[in-house]
């Protein structure tokens, strides 16, 4: 089972650089979000959709652009890359907002460092 | 406006004795509560849950408490055992999680 899919794994950008984070999903997943974790801060949601062509924004969504084409994809875009992105981010699925008996299911991580 | 507060960024226990990591929220509209537990480089993986018309929810060694009142959940590890050690996140939802800082337990042999 492939479950919540990420990549890179690791990436090195410089300042101004613009990049985009992968996110797949094989679970047939509606709902799907982007966290960032930080020393001390947790888990922060960035931008998350309920659905093909539905986004919006998280606690924290300065800087990142998404969308959801499909229902399996839900790319994370970094305009212009700052060194306050420096972060690992996570992806994540669920079959539905958060209710009993509902997990979401995370990818691995990408650690993202902009120098 | 940290709205889920883990106040103890670490907690140390020996194998067999009971972890008891604790969470507390401030948004009333809270309605649903989950505990996920994260090993390095990996992703947090679920680990239990309750609904706020439940004070207790048990999954064999893990118990989770609900207390409404306080705003305040706590997670037991009964007994802990060294590959429990891990960082815990304490989350909380009416609809998206909002997560605390996280609490690394370390269980000793």
């Known amino acids: 089972n492939a479950g919540v899919t990420q990549t890179p794994k690791f990436q090195v950008l410089k300042t101004g650089q613009s990049m985009t984070l992968q996110c797949a999903q094989d679970?047939?997943?509606?709902?799907m979000s982007w966290y960032r974790q930080d020393p001390g801060m947790g888990l922060r949601l960035i931008h998350y959709?309920?659905?093909?062509?539905?986004?919006d924004q998280g606690e924290v969504p300065n800087g990142y652009n998404v969308s959801r084409s499909t229902t399996e994809d839900f790319p994370l875009r970094l305009l212009s890359a700052a060194p306050s992105q420096t972060s690992v981010y996570f992806c994540?699925?669920?079959?539905?907002?958060?209710?009993?008996?509902?997990?979401?299911?995370f990818g691995q991580g990408t650690r993202l460092t902009v120098v | 406006d940290q709205q889920v507060k883990q106040n103890s960024p670490s907690l140390s226990v020996q194998e067999g004795r009971i972890s008891i990591l604790n969470c507390d929220y401030t948004?009333?509209?809270?309605?649903?509560f989950l505990w996920y537990k994260k090993y390095p480089a990996e992703g947090p993986t679920f680990l239990i849950s309750i609904s706020s018309i439940k004070d207790k929810n048990e999954d064999g060694r893990f118990t989770v408490f609900l207390n409404k009142s306080a705003k305040h959940l706590s997670l037991h590890i009964v007994p802990s055992q060294p590959g429990d050690s891990a960082v815990y996140f304490c989350a909380a939802s009416p609809s998206n999680m909002r997560f605390g800082a996280g609490t690394r337990l370390t269980v000793k042999p």
């Open positions: 948004n009333s509209m809270f309605d649903y």
């Open positions: 994540a699925s669920s079959s539905l907002p958060y209710r009993e008996g509902t997990e979401a299911f």
């Open positions: 679970m047939n997943h509606e709902y």
């Open positions: 959709s309920v659905g093909a062509g539905i986004t």
